[in-house]
């Protein structure tokens, strides 16, 4: 089975612009999360989506935006890039177990250069 | 706040030998903890993980980890490293509260052949 494609897997971009990352979560899989990774720290949540509807959000300012298509896929868009918005972002998909357990599996990421 | 600490950010072994990677959690909630290894130029992989049960846990490549809850600790171990171990390794604590995976900042280990 095929795990978590992410697209594009690069992306140089300008401050000011915008951008949207595209995911598509392993087959049977309802969820899907977004995490940035800066260098030389470990990925922060972004958000999670589950059956379409946004189930968590982190502490990341209004300019990104996320949404679930009725396939699961996802895209994360972000408006009005700045500098520290270069990073790579993960994207994760999940199904949750029946005990609320729940285990993500990440795709190979996006990784953006603002300049 | 809820926090994953990995104390040792980089690690330097030859091979064959032991390796033990800490990591320390605050979250007052039901755990289900994680290791997720980064080899490099690769995504990140699922080691192993822990929601409940037998406190040490087994996972792939002979790695393993323990829980211990009254240190709010679940380290990471191997008894025999390679070479093909380099790379990044990140600690997790999942919060059901808030649907989040919340991460260390990651060890880096360089095993030399």
């Known amino acids: 089975d095929a795990g978590v494609t992410q697209s594009p897997t690069h992306l140089i971009k300008t401050r000011g612009q915008h951008v949207t990352l595209r995911c598509s979560p392993i087959?049977?899989?309802?969820?899907v999360s977004w995490y940035q990774q800066v260098l030389g720290q470990g990925p922060q949540f972004i958000f999670q989506?589950?059956?379409?509807?946004?189930?968590g959000r982190g502490n990341f300012p209004d300019r990104f935006s996320a949404r679930q298509f009725p396939n699961y896929s996802s895209e994360l868009n972000v408006n009005a890039l700045l500098l520290g918005d270069s990073a790579l972002y993960l994207c994760?998909?999940?199904?949750?177990?029946?005990?609320?357990?729940?285990?993500?599996?990440f795709g190979p990421g996006t990784r953006l250069l603002v300049l | 706040a809820q926090s994953v600490s990995q104390h040792n950010h980089h690690v330097i072994l030859s091979e064959a030998a032991s390796l033990e990677l800490g990591c320390n959690y605050s979250y007052g909630g039901t755990v289900n903890l994680f290791w997720y290894v980064q080899y490099p130029g690769q995504h990140l992989q699922l080691l192993l993980k822990?929601?409940?049960?037998?406190?040490l846990v087994k996972g792939i490549k002979g790695f393993e980890a323990e829980f211990i809850k009254s240190k709010f600790s679940f380290n990471l171990r191997k008894p025999s490293v390679q070479w093909s171990d380099t790379a990044e390794y990140f600690c997790?604590?999942?919060?059901?509260?808030?649907?989040?995976?919340?991460f260390g900042s990651g060890t880096r280990l360089l095993v030399r052949p």
């Open positions: 989506y589950y059956e379409k509807e946004e189930r």
């Open positions: 087959s049977g899989h309802k969820s």
């Open positions: 822990y929601f409940s049960g037998d406190p």
């Open positions: 997790a604590v999942w919060m059901d509260s808030s649907y989040k995976l919340i």
């Open positions: 994760a998909s999940s199904q949750r177990q029946g005990t609320g357990q729940e285990t993500q599996y």
